[in-house]
């Protein structure tokens, strides 16, 4: 980067107004002290990097001569070619900046500032790379006044751009960078300082609560173990108990069966008692009451019997009644005999008239096949019929023939010829024409041939009319006679259609023999039909005198009630069946009321003997029987009582027991069982509780699974250490190696600085070493010098003030050279930075100042008037007045 | 003349816990090991055992929770219903204690718990005698072998014992607890010692001394299949079989030697090959614990991708039912030594790292300057174990200066 030209808006001390156009090589600055040379430094920096903070509202670079604004532009170009021009103000708003491109584009920044955008450092780096002050030239590296985290970031960024650019050219990390990060993971694993090792202590935190958690499990196991001796003790009391409650209940059982003696032997006593009374009352055997008991049921079911018998007598009668009524069935007997009689003649006159109505029907279906007619029908005929059709017949053929011959005639007429009336004009033509001809020959004295074609011209048209005429008169003729022959064929015709519609119309309701028949033969069978039907007609006069006969005979029979529909035969053998039936019943009835008598006086007996039966056992009737029954089964249940119970007491029962005393005995037996059960029970609570308060340790976190747990923590504790030790193995290594290249390979940067040396010192020192990349980042670096190969390096706190700044003016100078090698040059701003150097190392610095403008921008700000002169003499310099 | 079978197993650490390192395995891990007694009865039914020998540890603990308690009762229900002998020797972890679970635990019909007197139980009708005794403490350390009492004439005796063999111990971390040597097994009158205490399934003697193992690994440091074995006995005959059992089958796997893997794909197809393989008859889920570190073409992936994808992918792919994927050890696939002749900084790191390896005078100035740094477990060490662990740690310090420095081809970007 070359600066162009700077224009001050209003910076300090500098005139507002004020405008430098800048050389691209040397420029210098030679201006008295208050005149604003580390102004103008502090403004080229503040308008790449920002001009910083106000302090109590007011900005330290606010114009002297007064003005709202602080601020100014520059105009720069980088290596590639482009310009920029960079304004920044700072009024009493928020900073103002602009960078614009060569088309006065503003561009935008993103929040960077112009320098970190394209010169690539930050403020920091800028400061110790590219300004060099006299007051800070004994630091190798840019402090800003003490603030240490800047120190740190550009000491940072020195060295890893060192080892990055200048030692291992990008294929190893920038092992500074490296370090730390190693440095910052084995911190945060585990560090004495308890701000650090986060990891670490959290590991160790859950360690300590992994023991304290195997403690408890442990606590708890113990518990449970106690718990277990418990239930253990509880259940040794429980046997105890137990047994102690087996023996109470024996002795429970021994009282129970002596209270059970005393209750038996005085049960036994009562049951003898009570046997005694029930004899006294009287007892019955079951013999005695089965005999009573059966004649009673003898009797009872011979009155049964007898009332039977008069009952179905009754139904008897009934039924004999519903068949025949009141008749009797002797008298009803004869008379159905009569009947009988009376309906086998009807039967034979029915005969005989059927087989005549049969024979009628057979000469009825003759004729009927024979004519197509029923004999009605025949004999319906008219009585003319048959000789009318044939005249009929006769007429029309007559008729027929009549038109025939007319036609035949008409055929043989000749046809009338033709009229040919052209030859009637001809004719008038030729008379025309002839008379027309001989006038004309005439008058005219024609030849006489003229007069001659006249005549014959007239002869000729007479002629053809004569003809024509004649021709006329004979074809008129002609048509005259077919005319007639034409009505006489026609009259003819209509009469034979006329009488062949008559003949048809009288045939027609006739079957095909009537058509068709001889007129004799049609006449003779019509007679027949007539003799027939009278026949017919006195059949059915016969046939309905005996179906009245019959129905009064069915009137007859219904008296008994029979159905009338009924054939007379069944109507008469049902009344013979039912007069049978009541016949049978009546005397079933006779036999039953004989019956019934008998039972009767059979049930008298049997009371009699039950009577008898009960006087006997002195019992007054049947209930008494029962009841005295009833005491004899319950004397043999308690004789069965008494006897079980003596055998349960057994052979030697009968020994006075005191049954209150049993009771007593049995109830305290009782007493202490409970009260043991009830002990047992309480135990086996206790115990249930022990069990589930074991089970609830149980579910807890086993010692073993808290052990295994704890283990597991160790291992990562183990691993944790091991990192750590392993990653401060490497970091150790790692420094000790960049210690060695930093000794034994020097750097180009080194190489670069002690050239510089060698040229700004004469050749007083050629080596020049630091401990840039190695001392702590918050603490300067130090630097040394050596004279030559196998020389003692003198550390720079021993050298002249001259010397030191010399030494660091190199190393800046080298530092600015090698970090900017390949990448954008950046302009050298050097603010009185060689007071100290006398004649000869002043004009060798100079000249090595000229050697740089070559490469880059200086611009060398000073208050000595011969250092401008003598770099005037050296090399050409623009001179840039700033008052 | 069929065999007679006989079921051994041992440091079934009922009650224990099951470590579940990742949390998809939480409930498979909280029921493991009743699970895997749920298969011990299983196998004994399928195979008609009539013989079961428990070489101790049964419980975790000498007081173990109700639930461990349960367990038992009801196996040993089961196995009584099944017509089979239980012999239990209790071990260093549930031992015989006076009014303890073992001392108070009721003697039924088919049981046998030996006490630390030592005890024999005769079986005529299998023509076995089987004798054990129970440790007494916690930490035993006295032989047992001689309490146990011979087998009776003309018996074929088997002795079941918690103990320890110096040379079964060797590369664990179980505790020389009983401890025994092998002549005093193999020259005793017993044809077969079933033992327990160390947790990996294994025969010092074949078909004479076995260590039943645990039929479920508790964790990482418990890798591979683990059940119990049959013992078919034949007169005095003895053939062995180990079942694997394990319903959670723990694996750990770290690989430093990556370079040749230049794809997931290879890497799943490498891991899965050192996978244990399951048993078609008891499936297993398997828990697997992967250490990748050095040097490797898959840093790249690594530094791309979200790990955790990586590691559900990974998981996915191979079919776990856990994973702990420990890939922080992944560098760029670079060759150190060759980098240690560079000149730059990471040239001289590694060479400086090189030189720790190799000169102990370097390692011991390393130590003393780096002591006071160092993490307090690392500075409660002694000097000589300090040094160490400083040259064990040089190597995923390699890894880590490899993966922080290199920026160059294959490293991750400036």
């Given at each position: 980067m070359r600066l162009e030209r700077l224009a001050i808006g209003?910076?300090?001390r500098l005139p507002a107004g004020l405008e430098l156009s800048l050389a691209p090589g040397l420029n210098l600055v030679l201006a008295a002290n208050e005149r604003g040379k580390t102004t103008l430094s502090e403004f080229i920096v503040g308008l790449f990097y920002g001009f910083g903070p106000r302090k109590d509202g007011v900005?330290?670079?606010?114009p002297w001569a007064g003005g709202e604004s602080t601020g100014g532009e520059a105009a720069y170009a980088l290596a590639d070619g482009r310009r920029f021009t960079l304004r920044r103000h700072l009024g009493k708003g928020p900073e103002q900046l602009f960078l614009l491109d060569e088309q006065g584009r503003r561009l935008d920044l993103a929040g960077v500032q112009p320098g970190e955008l394209h010169?690539?450092?930050?403020q920091g780096a800028f400061l110790t790379v590219s300004r060099i002050r006299l007051e800070d030239?004994?630091?190798?590296?840019?402090?800003a006044g003490g603030e240490t985290k800047e120190l740190k970031a550009t000491r940072q960024w020195l060295a890893g751009y060192f080892f990055l650019e200048?030692?291992?050219?990008?294929?190893?990390?920038?092992p500074v960078s490296v370090r730390q990060a190693w440095q910052q993971e084995r911190e945060g694993l585990y560090?004495?300082?308890?701000?650090?090792?986060k990891a670490g202590a959290a590991l160790t935190e859950q360690v300590k609560a992994a023991r304290d958690a195997l403690a408890q499990a442990q606590a708890r196991e113990e518990q449970a173990r106690q718990l277990e001796a418990q239930g253990r003790d509880l259940a040794g009391q429980q046997a105890q108990l137990e047994a102690q409650r087996e023996a109470a209940r024996q002795d429970l059982q021994a009282a129970r069966q002596a209270q059970e003696q005393a209750q038996g032997l005085a049960r036994r006593d009562q049951l003898a008692a009570d046997i005694a009374a029930l004899e006294q009352q009287g007892l019955a055997t079951e013999a005695a009451e089965l005999k009573a008991r059966e004649l009673e049921r003898e009797s009872a079911a011979a009155d049964g019997r007898a009332a039977q018998a008069r009952q179905a007598a009754a139904q008897a009668r009934k039924q004999a009644q519903e068949q025949?009524?009141?008749?009797?069935p002797e008298a009803l007997g004869q008379e159905l005999d009569g009947l009988a009689q009376r309906l086998a003649e009807l039967k034979a006159q029915a005969r005989h008239l059927q087989d005549q109505g049969l024979r009628i029907e057979r000469r009825a279906q003759a004729l009927s096949q024979q004519w197509g007619l029923a004999p009605a029908g025949l004999a319906n005929l008219?009585?003319?019929l048959p000789y009318g059709l044939q005249g009929l017949r006769q007429a029309a053929a007559q008729s027929r023939q009549e038109a025939a011959q007319a036609e035949q005639e008409l055929a043989t007429l000749p046809p009338p010829p033709p009229s040919l009336v052209w030859r009637l004009g001809l004719a008038l033509i030729a008379l025309v024409g002839g008379l027309k001809l001989t006038i004309w020959a005439a008058f005219a004295l024609m030849p006489w041939w003229f007069m001659a074609l006249g005549g014959v011209l007239i002869l000729g048209g007479i002629g053809l009319g004569v003809g024509w005429l004649l021709r006329h008169q004979q074809a008129k003729q002609i048509r005259r006679q077919r005319s007639d022959l034409d009505a006489r064929s026609q009259r003819a015709r209509e009469q034979a259609q006329a009488q062949e519609a008559e003949l048809t119309a009288r045939l027609a309701p006739l079957p095909p023999a009537v058509q068709q028949a001889d007129p004799a033969a049609l006449a003779a069978a019509r007679a027949e039909a007539l003799g027939l039907e009278q026949e017919r007609a006195a059949w059915q006069q016969d046939q309905q005198a005996t179906h009245d006969q019959e129905a009064r005979l069915r009137a007859s029979l219904t008296?008994?009630?029979?159905?009338?529909?009924?054939?007379p035969e069944q109507m008469l053998a049902t009344a013979r069946r039912r007069t049978g039936q009541a016949a049978q019943a009546l005397a079933e009835a006779a036999r039953l009321d004989q019956q019934a008598q008998a039972e009767q006086a059979k049930a008298q007996e049997l009371r009699a003997e039950l009577d008898q039966h009960l006087a006997s056992l002195d019992l007054p009737d049947l209930p008494g029987l029962a009841q005295a029954r009833e005491r004899a089964k319950r004397v043999e249940q308690l004789r069965a009582a008494r006897d079980e119970l003596q055998k349960s007491l057994g052979?030697?029962?009968g020994a006075a027991l005191d049954p209150e005393a049993a009771a007593r005995r049995l109830q305290e037996c009782q007493a202490r069982e409970a009260e043991l059960s009830r002990q047992i029970r309480e135990l086996v609570a206790q115990q249930a509780a022990l069990v589930k308060e074991i089970e609830h340790l149980n579910q807890a976190q086993t010692a073993a699974q808290a052990q295994a747990a704890l283990d597991q923590l160790g291992e990562r504790q183990q691993a944790l250490a091991q990192l750590h030790d392993t990653l401060l193995l490497a970091e150790t290594l790692l420094e000790m190696a960049m210690e060695e290249f930093r000794l034994e390979a020097q750097p180009s940067l080194l190489q670069k600085a002690g050239q510089y040396l060698a040229l700004a010192t004469g050749g007083a020192y050629d080596w020049l070493g630091t401990d840039l990349f190695h001392a702590q980042p918050n603490k300067e670096p130090a630097l040394s010098a050596r004279r030559g190969p196998g020389e003692a390096e003198r550390p720079a706190?021993?050298?002249s003030r001259g010397t030191r700044d010399q030494l660091y003016l190199c190393l800046r100078l080298a530092l600015a050279q090698e970090m900017t090698a390949g990448h954008e040059p950046l302009p050298l701003i050097l603010?009185?930075?060689?007071?100290?150097?006398?004649d000869e190392r002043l004009a060798a610095a100079l000249d090595l100042l000229c050697a740089l403008a070559q490469e880059r921008q200086v611009l060398l700000l000073t208050c000595h008037q011969h250092q401008a002169e003598l770099i005037q003499g050296l090399c050409d310099c623009r001179m840039l007045e700033i008052d | 003349m069929a065999s007679l079978i006989v079921l051994h197993a041992a440091d079934?650490?009922?009650g224990g816990p099951v470590a579940?390192?990742?949390?998809?395995?939480a409930s498979l891990a909280a029921n493991a090991r009743n699970e895997s007694l749920d298969r011990l009865l299983t196998l004994s039914r399928q195979e008609n055992v009539r013989l079961v020998l428990l070489a101790g540890?049964?419980?975790?603990?000498?007081?173990?929770p109700l639930t461990a308690v349960l367990a038992l009762q009801k196996a040993l229900a089961a196995w009584r219903d099944m017509g089979a002998v239980v012999c239990i020797a209790p071990g260093n972890h549930d031992p015989w204690l006076p009014g303890g679970v073992w001392a108070s635990w009721p003697q039924g019909e088919g049981l046998k718990i030996f006490d630390p007197q030592g005890n024999g139980l005769d079986l005529p009708e299998l023509g076995l005698w089987v004798a054990g005794a129970a440790h007494q403490?916690?930490?035993?350390?006295?032989?047992?072998?001689?309490?146990l009492p011979a087998p009776l004439a003309g018996r074929v005796g088997l002795a079941v014992l918690h103990a320890s063999l110096e040379r079964s111990l060797a590369?664990?971390?179980?505790?020389?607890?009983?401890p025994t040597r092998l002549e005093s097994l193999t020259s005793g009158?017993?044809?077969?010692w079933a033992l327990g205490h160390v947790h990996i399934p294994h025969?010092?003697?074949?078909?004479?001394?076995?260590?039943?193992?645990?039929?479920?690994?508790?964790?990482?440091?418990?890798?591979g299949p683990r059940g119990a074995w049959l013992i078919r006995l034949q007169g005095a005959a003895v053939e062995t079989e180990f079942v694997p059992l394990a319903p959670l089958v723990f694996a750990d796997l770290a690989y430093d030697?990556?370079?040749?893997?230049?794809t997931p794909a290879q890497l799943v197809e490498r891991v899965r090959g050192d996978l244990p393989s399951a048993a078609p008859a008891w499936p297993c889920q398997v828990c697997l614990r992967l250490g990748l570190s050095g040097p490797s073409p898959l840093w790249r992936l690594w530094q791309r991708q979200d790990p955790a994808e990586l590691a559900a992918a990974l998981k996915k792919e191979l079919g776990l039912a856990g994973l702990v994927l420990a890939a922080e050890g992944l560098c760029p696939p670079l060759d150190p030594a060759a980098l240690a002749?560079?000149?730059d900084v990471l040239g001289r790191l590694l060479g400086l790292m090189q030189r720790a390896e190799q000169d102990e005078d370097f390692l011991a100035e390393l130590e003393a300057s780096l002591a006071a740094g160092l993490h307090p477990d690392s500075q409660r060490l002694s000097r000589a174990e300090r040094l160490a662990r400083l040259r064990g740690l040089l190597t995923p310090a390699r890894w880590r200066v490899l993966q922080g420095l290199w920026q160059g081809e294959g490293g991750h970007a400036a």
């Open positions: 209003g910076f300090g900005h330290p670079y606010q010169l690539g450092l930050g030239l004994q630091q190798a590296v840019y402090a200048a030692a291992t050219r990008g294929q190893v990390a920038n560090s004495p300082d308890r701000r650090k090792g025949i009524g009141d008749r009797e008219a009585a003319d008296f008994l009630g029979l159905k009338s529909g009924d054939e052979p030697n029962a706190e021993i050298l603010d009185d930075p060689l007071v100290n150097f006398d | 079934l650490h009922l579940a390192p990742d949390p998809a395995i540890d049964v419980f975790h603990a000498a007081q173990p403490s916690a930490a035993v350390q006295e032989d047992l072998t001689p309490r590369g664990t971390s179980h505790l020389p607890y009983a009158p017993f044809a077969f025969e010092p003697v074949p078909r004479r001394v076995v260590y039943a193992g645990c039929p479920q690994g508790a964790h990482f440091g418990e890798p030697d990556l370079m040749p893997l230049a002749q560079r000149p």
